[in-house]
Protein backbone atom coordinates (compact mmCIF):
# COMPACT_ATOMS: atom_id res chain seq x y z
CA UNK A 1 0.00 0.00 0.00
CA UNK A 2 1.29 3.48 -0.75
CA UNK A 3 1.63 6.32 1.51
CA UNK A 4 -0.99 7.94 -0.43
CA UNK A 5 -3.68 4.88 -0.60
CA UNK A 6 -2.64 5.03 3.96
CA UNK A 7 -2.93 8.62 4.47
CA UNK A 8 -6.75 8.80 2.65
CA UNK A 9 -7.67 5.17 4.38
CA UNK A 10 -6.45 6.82 8.12
CA UNK A 11 -3.88 4.66 8.37
CA UNK A 12 -0.73 6.36 10.26
CA UNK A 13 1.64 7.45 6.81
CA UNK A 14 4.99 9.01 5.79
CA UNK A 15 4.04 12.53 5.43
CA UNK A 16 7.69 12.84 3.79
CA UNK A 17 7.19 10.07 1.25
CA UNK A 18 8.48 11.71 -2.12
CA UNK A 19 4.92 11.29 -4.06
CA UNK A 20 3.07 13.48 -1.30
CA UNK A 21 5.46 16.06 -1.02
CA UNK A 22 4.81 16.37 -5.24
CA UNK A 23 1.06 16.56 -4.34
CA UNK A 24 1.55 18.97 -1.85
CA UNK A 25 3.36 21.18 -4.20
CA UNK A 26 0.93 20.83 -7.40
CA UNK A 27 -1.37 22.35 -4.74
CA UNK A 28 0.35 25.26 -3.45
CA UNK A 29 1.02 26.13 -6.94
CA UNK A 30 -2.31 26.08 -7.86
CA UNK A 31 -4.01 28.00 -4.34
CA UNK A 32 -1.35 30.23 -5.08
CA UNK A 33 -2.55 30.57 -8.63
CA UNK A 34 -6.05 31.31 -7.69
CA UNK A 35 -5.07 33.21 -4.92
CA UNK A 36 -3.19 35.54 -7.19
CA UNK A 37 -5.96 35.93 -9.31
CA UNK A 38 -8.14 39.19 -10.24
CA UNK A 39 -11.25 39.66 -8.60
CA UNK A 40 -12.63 37.12 -11.78
CA UNK A 41 -11.45 34.54 -10.05
CA UNK A 42 -10.36 31.52 -11.74
CA UNK A 43 -12.38 28.66 -11.13
CA UNK A 44 -10.89 26.47 -13.86
CA UNK A 45 -7.85 26.34 -11.46
CA UNK A 46 -10.13 24.93 -8.37
CA UNK A 47 -11.19 22.17 -11.02
CA UNK A 48 -7.69 21.16 -11.46
CA UNK A 49 -7.32 21.15 -7.72
CA UNK A 50 -10.12 19.39 -6.62
CA UNK A 51 -9.95 16.95 -9.81
CA UNK A 52 -13.64 17.62 -10.64
CA UNK A 53 -15.63 20.42 -11.82
CA UNK A 54 -16.10 22.77 -9.59
CA UNK A 55 -19.57 24.91 -9.47
CA UNK A 56 -19.52 26.75 -6.06
CA UNK A 57 -16.98 30.39 -4.97
CA UNK A 58 -14.70 30.60 -2.21
CA UNK A 59 -13.00 34.09 -1.49
CA UNK A 60 -9.30 34.30 -1.77
CA UNK A 61 -7.30 33.25 -0.05
CA UNK A 62 -7.53 29.73 0.56
CA UNK A 63 -5.22 27.07 1.13
CA UNK A 64 -5.67 23.18 1.63
CA UNK A 65 -3.09 20.11 1.66
CA UNK A 66 -3.65 18.25 -1.68
CA UNK A 67 -7.51 19.28 -2.96
CA UNK A 68 -7.79 15.75 -4.58
CA UNK A 69 -9.53 14.80 -1.44
CA UNK A 70 -12.03 17.38 -1.36
CA UNK A 71 -15.73 17.17 -2.17
CA UNK A 72 -17.71 20.03 -2.30
CA UNK A 73 -21.30 19.97 -3.29
CA UNK A 74 -23.69 22.61 -5.27
CA UNK A 75 -24.31 26.17 -3.93
CA UNK A 76 -21.21 26.03 -1.69
CA UNK A 77 -19.60 29.50 -0.64
CA UNK A 78 -16.77 29.98 1.07
CA UNK A 79 -16.01 33.48 2.74
CA UNK A 80 -12.10 34.66 3.13
CA UNK A 81 -9.17 32.46 4.90
CA UNK A 82 -10.77 28.85 4.48
CA UNK A 83 -8.19 26.04 4.99
CA UNK A 84 -8.55 22.81 4.94
CA UNK A 85 -6.42 20.19 5.71
CA UNK A 86 -7.37 17.43 3.27
CA UNK A 87 -5.10 14.23 4.17
CA UNK A 88 -8.52 12.28 4.78
CA UNK A 89 -11.76 12.81 2.62
CA UNK A 90 -13.49 15.91 3.43
CA UNK A 91 -17.12 15.88 2.10
CA UNK A 92 -19.01 19.12 1.71
CA UNK A 93 -22.64 18.84 0.70
CA UNK A 94 -25.25 21.24 -1.43
CA UNK A 95 -25.96 24.66 -0.14
CA UNK A 96 -23.08 25.21 2.20
CA UNK A 97 -22.06 28.49 3.86
CA UNK A 98 -19.07 28.92 5.24
CA UNK A 99 -17.93 32.59 6.79
CA UNK A 100 -14.20 33.94 7.53
CA UNK A 101 -11.29 32.26 9.65
CA UNK A 102 -12.40 28.79 9.17
CA UNK A 103 -10.34 25.51 9.50
CA UNK A 104 -11.29 22.11 8.60
CA UNK A 105 -8.29 20.17 9.48
CA UNK A 106 -8.56 16.18 8.87
CA UNK A 107 -4.77 15.82 10.06
CA UNK A 108 -3.58 14.60 13.49
CA UNK A 109 -0.45 13.11 15.24
CA UNK A 110 0.41 10.89 17.74
CA UNK A 111 0.50 11.78 21.34
CA UNK A 112 3.77 9.41 21.65
CA UNK A 113 6.84 12.10 21.21
CA UNK A 114 8.60 9.21 19.85
CA UNK A 115 6.18 8.60 17.04
CA UNK A 116 5.58 12.18 16.40
CA UNK A 117 9.07 13.02 15.93
CA UNK A 118 9.15 10.17 13.96
CA UNK A 119 6.96 11.77 11.37
CA UNK A 120 4.57 9.64 11.57
CA UNK A 121 0.92 11.55 11.11
CA UNK A 122 -2.45 10.06 10.05
CA UNK A 123 -5.60 11.48 9.34
CA UNK A 124 -9.70 10.85 10.01
CA UNK A 125 -12.24 12.07 7.45
CA UNK A 126 -14.73 15.08 7.80
CA UNK A 127 -18.28 15.07 6.34
CA UNK A 128 -20.57 17.87 6.76
CA UNK A 129 -23.97 17.66 5.38
CA UNK A 130 -26.55 19.84 3.34
CA UNK A 131 -27.18 23.33 3.91
CA UNK A 132 -25.01 24.01 6.99
CA UNK A 133 -23.92 27.49 8.24
CA UNK A 134 -20.89 27.84 9.68
CA UNK A 135 -19.83 30.60 11.45
CA UNK A 136 -16.40 32.62 11.36
CA UNK A 137 -13.53 31.39 12.78
CA UNK A 138 -14.41 28.10 13.72
CA UNK A 139 -12.43 24.76 13.96
CA UNK A 140 -13.36 21.82 12.89
CA UNK A 141 -10.80 18.41 13.98
CA UNK A 142 -10.14 15.30 12.68
CA UNK A 143 -12.89 12.43 12.13
CA UNK A 144 -16.00 14.89 12.90
CA UNK A 145 -19.67 14.66 10.92
CA UNK A 146 -22.02 17.37 10.52
CA UNK A 147 -25.76 16.50 9.98
CA UNK A 148 -27.98 18.59 7.74
CA UNK A 149 -29.49 21.65 8.34
CA UNK A 150 -27.16 22.64 10.91
CA UNK A 151 -25.87 26.34 12.07
CA UNK A 152 -22.39 25.96 13.60
CA UNK A 153 -22.10 29.62 15.89
CA UNK A 154 -18.70 31.96 15.63
CA UNK A 155 -15.71 30.60 17.35
CA UNK A 156 -16.53 27.40 18.00
CA UNK A 157 -14.36 24.25 18.28
CA UNK A 158 -16.29 21.22 16.87
CA UNK A 159 -14.70 18.20 18.66
CA UNK A 160 -17.32 15.67 18.03
CA UNK A 161 -20.79 14.64 15.97
CA UNK A 162 -23.57 17.35 15.27
CA UNK A 163 -26.85 15.95 14.44
CA UNK A 164 -29.03 17.19 12.11
CA UNK A 165 -31.10 19.72 12.40
CA UNK A 166 -29.49 21.94 15.28
CA UNK A 167 -27.51 25.07 16.54
CA UNK A 168 -24.62 24.26 18.08
CA UNK A 169 -21.80 26.67 19.62
CA UNK A 170 -18.70 26.63 21.75
CA UNK A 171 -15.57 25.48 23.21
CA UNK A 172 -15.85 22.40 23.15
CA UNK A 173 -18.80 23.10 20.69
CA UNK A 174 -22.14 21.53 21.78
CA UNK A 175 -25.84 21.84 20.43
CA UNK A 176 -27.59 24.33 22.10
CA UNK A 177 -31.57 24.24 20.23
CA UNK A 178 -33.10 21.92 17.43
CA UNK A 179 -34.77 23.57 14.73
Do not use: Q
Request: net charge negative; hydrophobic share 40%; charged share 20%.
Amino acid sequence: MTEREKMIKGFPYNADDISLVEDRKTAKRLFHEYNSSPVDLKVEVLDELFRNKFGAHIEAPFRCDYGYNIKIGKHFYSNFNLTILDVAPVTIGDHVFIAPNVLIATAGHPIDPEERSAGVEFGKPITIGNKVWIGGNVVIVPGVNIGDNVTIGAGSVVTKDIPSNSVAVGNPCRVIKSI
